[in-house]
C-alpha cells in the first residue's frame, strides 16, 4: 500500500513534470493529479528536490528496461539493436506529438545549475545511458561490424549526446526529422567503416 | 535611450535566464537588476513571452556575431574555422564554471511544449545555426577535405544536436570532457574521410 503510493506519485510526477517542467510543476498538482491527500506528500519525500532526485532513477529505470528488452536481445547482430533501441523511443515521439524530449536532458537544462545533488545525479544517469550503448558498440567490434580502433565509450557517449540534441530541436520544430537525420549519420556515417 | 533601455533589459535578462531557466525568472527581477523602473516595462515588450521571443532573436545574434568572426575567416581552411568556432564556445564555457549550456536548446527544452510562437522561433533559430555550419561543410567538401557524397546540411543538424547533447551533460557534470569529446569524435571521426 505504502508503495504503491510512492510508486503512484512517482509516475505521476514523471508525466506531469515531463510534460511542462520541473519548475512549473507544484507538488500540489501532482498529489491532486495523483488522487493522493495533500499531507501524506512528506511520509514519502523529504522534498520537492527528494522527489526530484527519485524521479532521476524512475527515469533510468525506464531506459535500463528498454535497454535489456532491445540493446540485449543476442538474436540480432548488435548494431540492428543498436538502431531498434532508438527507432522504439522515436516511434514512443511520434506517438506523443513529439513532445518530452528526452528527461533527463530536460532534467539537466533546468537543474544542472541549480542544485549539486541534481547534477551528479544526472551526471550518473548520462554515464549509465553511455554505458549500455558503450556495450552493444564493444560488441559490435568485437564482431568486426565497427572499424578497428573504434572506441566504443567515447562513441557511446557522442552518440547519447547527439540523440538528446536531436530530440531538442523535435521538441522545439514538432517534427520527427530530427531523429530520421540521427539514425541516418549515426548508422550510415558515424558507425560505418 | 529607449533603444538602450530596450537594449539593457534584453541584456539582463539573457544572463538570467541563461543561469536560471525562462520559468524561474520574473519581470520584476530583470527589471531590478537591469536598474528600470517597474512601469516601464510594457512600454518595451508586450508580455513576458514578447521578451522571451525577442531573447531568441538576440541569442541568434551573439551566434551570427560569432560565425562572422570566425566561421567566415577565409584566412583558414574550412574545418579550421570550425574547430576554431566549438574551441571558442568551450573557452567560454570554461570560464562560466560549465553553467547555463545552450541558451536556444535551454528554452526548447522549457517552451518547446508549452508555447507555439515559442516553437516556431526556437526551431527557425537552429535552422540558422545548422546553416553557418552547412556553409563552411559546402566549402569544406568543395575542397576536398570531406569524403565525396558527404551531405553538408545533414552533416550540420547532426553537429549541432552533438553540441546540445554535449553542453547538457557538461552542465549536469560541471566537467569540459562532453567538449572534448564532441571535438574528437567531430574533427577524428564524422567528418574524417
Not at 495533500?38 to 511520509?43: I, V, W
Amino acid at each position: 500500500m505504502t508503495t504503491a503510493t510512492r510508486q503512484r506519485i512517482l509516475e505521476t510526477a514523471a508525466q506531469l513534470i515531463h510534460r511542462q517542467g520541473y519548475n512549473r510543476t507544484g507538488i500540489q498538482e501532482i498529489l491532486q493529479a495523483a488522487g493522493v491527500p495533500k499531507g501524506s506528500f512528506y511520509f514519502y519525500f523529504k522534498s520537492k528536490e527528494d522527489l526530484g532526485l527519485a524521479l532521476i532513477e524512475f527515469f533510468g529505470a525506464f531506459w535500463r528496461q528498454q535497454a535489456e528488452a532491445v540493446l540485449d536481445d543476442e538474436s540480432q547482430p548488435p548494431l540492428v539493436r543498436l538502431e531498434r533501441f532508438f527507432a522504439g523511443f522515436q516511434e514512443y515521439f511520434g506517438q506523443q506529438g513529439c513532445a518530452g524530449g528526452c528527461p533527463v536532458g530536460n532534467l539537466a537544462q533546468e537543474m544542472g545549475d541549480l542544485s549539486p545533488a541534481f547534477g551528479q545525479k544526472l551526471c550518473q544517469a548520462i554515464d549509465f545511458m553511455a554505458s549500455r550503448v558503450a556495450r552493444v558498440l564493444e560488441q559490435a567490434l568485437r564482431a568486426g561490424d565497427l572499424p578497428p580502433g573504434s572506441d566504443p565509450a567515447a562513441l557511446a557517449y557522442f552518440i547519447i549526446a547527439s540523440w538528446q540534441g536531436a530530440l531538442i530541436r523535435m521538441k522545439a520544430c514538432k517534427d520527427l526529422a530530427p531523429l530520421d537525420n540521427f539514425q541516418r549519420m549515426v548508422f550510415g556515417r558515424l558507425l560505418a567503416g
